[in-house]
């Protein structure tokens, strides 16, 4: 009897922790949803208290018997309003996007509280107040994206203590200040990505231990001093966007056999001096090559000058290796025959003849025009490298 009793009690306390549970869900949305600007709120309409909590629009629950709210999807409803601190009474909840809304204030701290999140998505909001050191208490995020909103301010160093993210996107924030070094104890990501942001300093070696990567974007920026010698270490990475970084110094002419996957690389903008590393042409996977606007000079200038001409009869010579997966001293080529005559006689028609069949394979892949741009990349090559330096296109 006794024990009985003692059970019954038991499971009416379990009961009753369930029940208050799933309503705490429930208040915590419902409190989210009055925060939400009026004249969105229609699109919330199914969120009230005549409906199932776990069919409301957005809203993913767990398994039956435990119908918590683990997911919250409004990826670009365009609500406005502001993100109530009550979200952080969702602690079951794993994966939470908000993507293209119009939210503003502040990421509300009590998202410090959602232990068992793993997916954040606050990209394309108006948030704003920096980055609150209390989401880095959600130490299972794997993917974190707060592209383009206002959050300015900088990176604190607990960013380094999310261990388990895959994926960081910060970009187009107003974030200033220097990359924290504990970046690099974020042993498993793969993209980062902070673009258009007033971020300045070096980029910390630290990063060099990231040997996932496969995306870094630091375009735009004020960064300082010479071409990270970290990225150098990556040689994993397949896009690596610099564009407008700030970088000076020269390249390594080891480049294209320490980063041998590249399919896209921008350089463009910055400071950067010397040669143009001609390992660059063995890079068999790279289609897309940006190096515009720089002080780079080229190892095949014609008789040793290093001048701007130079420069652009080299990076003409550069484009033809790389589509065609030929060199100008293979020996089919002697006389009046060069690897410049060749793809000049074959376009436009015969583009497709004169591109290496790694090319082809891959834009049909990813679906692109193949002849149609290949002609374009090939008739930029040609005017690089006309013959007398002054028809050559200038490279500023
Ligand atoms: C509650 O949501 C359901 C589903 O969207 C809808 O049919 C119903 O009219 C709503 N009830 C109220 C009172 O808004
Ligand atoms: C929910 O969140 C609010 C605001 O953070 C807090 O005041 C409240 O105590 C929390 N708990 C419950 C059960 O509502
Ligand atoms: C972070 O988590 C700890 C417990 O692990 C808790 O005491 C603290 O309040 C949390 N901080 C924030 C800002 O959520
Ligand atoms: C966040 O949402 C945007 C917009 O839909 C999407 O492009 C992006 O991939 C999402 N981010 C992550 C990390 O899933
Ligand atoms: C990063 O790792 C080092 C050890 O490798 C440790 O001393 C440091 O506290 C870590 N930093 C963060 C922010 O986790
Ligand atoms: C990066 O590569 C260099 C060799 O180029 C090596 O000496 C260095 O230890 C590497 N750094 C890390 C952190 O792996
Ligand atoms: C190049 O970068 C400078 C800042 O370093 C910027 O002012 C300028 O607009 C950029 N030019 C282009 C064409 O992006
Ligand atoms: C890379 O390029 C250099 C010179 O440009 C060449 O000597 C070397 O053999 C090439 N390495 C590979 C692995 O293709």
Known sequence: MKLFLFLSFNALMLLEAFGNSHESDKQALLKFKSQVSEEKKV??????????????????CGCKQHERVTGMDLGGFQLGGVISPFIGNLSFLISLDLNSNSFGGTIPQELGNLFRLQHLNMSFNF????????????SKLSYLDLYSNHLGQGLPSELGSLSKLVTLLLGNNNLNGKLPVSLGNLSSLRVLSFPENNLEGEIPDAIARLTQMV?????????SGVFPPAIYNLSSLLYLNMYGSGFSGNLRPDFGNLLPNLQGLSMGNNSLTGAIPSTLANISTLQVL???????TGKYAMG??????????????????????????????????TLRSSIRSA???????????????????????????????LEVGLRCSEDFPGNRLEMS
């Open 290 to 296: 940006g190096m515009e606007f720089n002080s780079l």
């Open 127 to 138: 948030l704003e107040g920096g980055i609150l050191a209390s989401l880095f208490n959600c």
């Open 304 to 337: 040793g000058e290093t001048s701007v001409h130079g420069d652009a009869y080299s990076f003409g010579i550069l484009i033809f290796e790389m589509v065609s997966g030929k060199r100008p001293t293979d020996e089919m080529f002697g006389g009046e025959l």
């Open 347 to 377: 376009l436009p028609e015969q583009v497709l003849d004169v591109a290496d069949e790694l090319i082809l394979h891959n834009s049909l892949r990813i679906g692109f025009p193949a002849a149609e741009c290949l002609t374009k990349v």
């Open 43 to 60: 699109l919330l309409s199914s969120w009230n208290n005549s409906f199932p909590l776990c069919r409301w629009t957005g809203v993913t």
């Open 215 to 223: 995306v870094f974007v630091s375009a735009t920026n004020h960064f």
